[in-house]
């Protein structure tokens, strides 16, 4: 069914210069994992009781996830750094008297959506110009089959989009489902509504995702099973109906945030710098082992389990980085950070070969054709496929952009980060359009980067 759009507020862009300076040096912290950051306040918001969580990632997205749930019915306070939640129950959420808004947040509407299809409530979320753009087909597909009803705006090629309507079921149905796509969110939304279903609810994931989910759900008591079959598959079945404790979380530093600065550090001459207390979960630190592999200067210093979660400190230096063919099996524990493995591949000796990217096109942007061609304004050597970038590195060289040629970067908070990285090594600098975007994810990223130099943008 078909829908209209709600109008959109357009905040005034941000443009910025960044420009090569002095190295990289010292110690930093880098903002809470989003991801854990978003399900702790969801698994916070069910359980019975108060949890306190410190470390939350206190950008526009995971604020937005707060947001919404205070308007479903949990307390959500903040004193300090401490934030507490008291939760509703499983089935205790109430329905919102007003729609949604949530902003430029992916991971909230699809994680929410989840959360909802299983309730007695019916939930309109809507989003800024680049959210109401993306597709929430993949979402709508399995929660549709365990009973919820969706109503979506339809996009010109045919997607479901917000503004979005859900109406949950409850009992829903329990669920056995097959993920076509590798995708943590669909994941996680499914095993969300298996919450509140009598019966086993289970997800199989051909190909392993981010597993923050289901280590937080069997943190919080959740009668949860991992297993694998004999074909490598990985089947994660969740009990519902089982009651939820409340948590003491501390959030690690998010290594998609610390990838940025890990990798200024590896391509500025000279630089040498620690990124503290950042989560190094497998299922997410693909992209240290792909800097690894080419030939990056990069250890895990005061290893650690904080929370069921691996977290260390990442020691970087400089170093002359070598292309590699990136494959395919490691793309899932790094599909956000290609953007800015697509700089460290500029600026590499040699060719890196990228494939299996296409869920990069409707991310918050396509960030496959965004990369492209911003990276060729600034003197690149790529050829842009269907899934993926080829690029022949430049060795540590690339001229630059003027102002008459910023970078754009489509709302799109990544694009933004990855080319203020890319800033620092060319030979003129360069411009983005708006750099307002990172503060959904990273608030004061310019910042630390000139703090990084010891001078200011």
């Given at each position: 069914m078909?829908?209209k759009?709600?109008d959109q507020?357009i905040?005034?862009?941000?443009?910025?210069?960044?420009?090569?300076?002095?190295?990289?040096t010292?110690a930093i912290?880098?903002?809470?994992?989003?991801?854990?950051?978003?399900r702790?306040?969801?698994l916070s918001a069910?359980?019975?009781?108060?949890?306190?969580?410190?470390g939350?990632?206190?950008?526009e997205?995971?604020l937005?996830?707060?947001k919404?749930?205070?308007?479903?019915?949990?307390q959500?306070d903040?004193?300090?750094?401490?934030?507490?939640?008291f939760?509703?129950?499983?089935?205790?959420?109430m329905e919102?008297?007003?729609?949604?808004?949530?902003?430029?947040?992916g991971?909230s509407?699809?994680?929410?959506?989840?959360?909802v299809?299983a309730?007695d409530?019916?939930?309109?979320?809507?989003?800024?110009?680049?959210?109401?753009?993306?597709p929430?087909?993949?979402?709508i597909e399995p929660?549709?089959?365990?009973?919820?009803?969706?109503t979506?705006r339809i996009s010109v090629?045919?997607?479901?989009?917000?503004?979005?309507?859900?109406?949950?079921l409850?009992?829903a149905i329990?669920?056995?489902?097959?993920?076509?796509?590798?995708s943590?969110?669909v994941k996680s939304?499914i095993?969300l509504?298996?919450?509140?279903?009598?019966?086993v609810?289970?997800?199989i994931e051909p190909?392993?995702?981010?597993d923050?989910?289901?280590?937080m759900l069997?943190?919080f008591?959740?009668?949860v099973?991992?297993?694998?079959d004999?074909?490598d598959?990985?089947?994660?079945s969740l009990?519902?109906?089982?009651?939820l404790?409340?948590?003491?979380?501390?959030?690690?530093g998010?290594?998609?945030?610390?990838?940025?600065?890990v990798?200024?550090?590896l391509?500025?001459p000279?630089?040498?710098?620690?990124?503290e207390?950042v989560?190094?979960?497998?299922?997410?630190?693909?992209?240290?082992?792909?800097?690894?592999?080419?030939?990056g200067?990069i250890?895990?210093?005061?290893?650690?389990?904080?929370?069921?979660?691996?977290?260390a400190d990442?020691?970087?230096k400089?170093?002359?980085?070598?292309?590699?063919a990136?494959?395919?099996?490691i793309v899932?524990?790094?599909?956000d950070?290609?953007?800015?493995?697509?700089?460290?591949?500029?600026m590499?000796?040699?060719?890196?070969?990228?494939?299996?990217?296409?869920?990069l096109?409707?991310?918050?942007?396509?960030?496959?054709?965004?990369?492209?061609?911003?990276?060729?304004?600034?003197g690149a050597?790529?050829?842009?496929k269907e899934?993926?970038?080829?690029?022949n590195?430049?060795?540590?060289?690339?001229?630059?952009g003027?102002?008459?040629?910023a970078?754009?970067t489509?709302?799109?908070h990544?694009?933004?980060?990855?080319f203020?990285?890319?800033?620092?090594?060319?030979?003129?600098?360069?411009?983005i359009?708006d750099m307002?975007p990172?503060?959904?994810?990273?608030?004061?990223?310019a910042?630390m980067?000139?703090a990084?130099?010891?001078s200011?943008?």
């Amino acid at each position: 069914m078909t829908s209209k759009p709600t109008d959109q507020t357009i905040a005034e862009p941000k443009p910025d210069s960044f420009k090569p300076g002095t190295a990289l040096t010292g110690a930093i912290s880098v903002p809470g994992d989003k991801s854990i950051s978003h399900r702790a306040l969801i698994l916070s918001a069910l359980a019975i009781g108060e949890s306190e969580i410190t470390g939350l990632l206190e950008g526009e997205d995971v604020l937005a996830t707060a947001k919404a749930l205070r308007a479903m019915g949990a307390q959500i306070d903040k004193s300090g750094d401490k934030w507490t939640v008291f939760g509703v129950g499983i089935g205790g959420l109430m329905e919102p008297e007003t729609v949604i808004d949530l902003g430029n947040s992916g991971t909230s509407v699809r994680l929410l959506m989840g959360l909802v299809a299983a309730h007695d409530i019916s939930v309109t979320f809507t989003g800024d110009a680049s959210l109401s753009k993306r597709p929430m087909g993949r979402v709508i597909e399995p929660l549709s089959a365990m009973g919820a009803d969706f109503t979506a705006r339809i996009s010109v090629d045919d997607k479901a989009c917000l503004p979005l309507t859900v109406r949950g079921l409850c009992p829903a149905i329990p669920l056995e489902y097959r993920l076509p796509v590798a995708s943590a969110q669909v994941k996680s939304a499914i095993l969300l509504a298996g919450l509140n279903i009598p019966g086993v609810t289970r997800v199989i994931e051909p190909v392993p995702t981010r597993d923050h989910s289901e280590t937080m759900l069997k943190g919080f008591g959740a009668n949860v099973t991992v297993e694998t079959d004999a074909n490598d598959n990985r089947i994660i079945s969740l009990v519902g109906e089982t009651e939820l404790s409340p948590q003491k979380i501390k959030v690690p530093g998010d290594p998609s945030s610390a990838a940025f600065p890990v990798v200024a550090a590896l391509l500025v001459p000279g630089s040498d710098i620690v990124v503290e207390n950042v989560g190094i979960n497998p299922t997410r630190a693909g992209l240290f082992t792909i800097l690894q592999q080419m030939g990056g200067d990069i250890r895990f210093e005061n290893e650690q389990i904080v929370g069921g979660e691996p977290v260390a400190d990442i020691h970087v230096k400089h170093s002359k980085l070598k292309g590699i063919a990136v494959p395919a099996d490691i793309v899932p524990s790094m599909i956000d950070e290609f953007p800015i493995l697509f700089i460290a591949a500029a600026m590499a000796e040699g060719t890196t070969i990228t494939s299996g990217l296409s869920e990069l096109r409707v991310k918050e942007s396509d960030r496959l054709s965004r990369m492209a061609e911003g990276l060729n304004l600034l003197g690149a050597d790529l050829i842009e496929k269907e899934d993926g970038l080829t690029i022949n590195g430049r060795a540590g060289f690339l001229p630059g952009g003027t102002k008459a040629s910023a970078i754009k970067t489509a709302l799109d908070h990544r694009i933004a980060m990855s080319f203020a990285v890319a800033g620092l090594v060319t030979e003129t600098g360069l411009t983005i359009d708006d750099m307002s975007p990172t503060e959904t994810s990273f608030p004061g990223f310019a910042s630390m980067l000139a703090a990084l130099q010891g001078s200011a943008q």
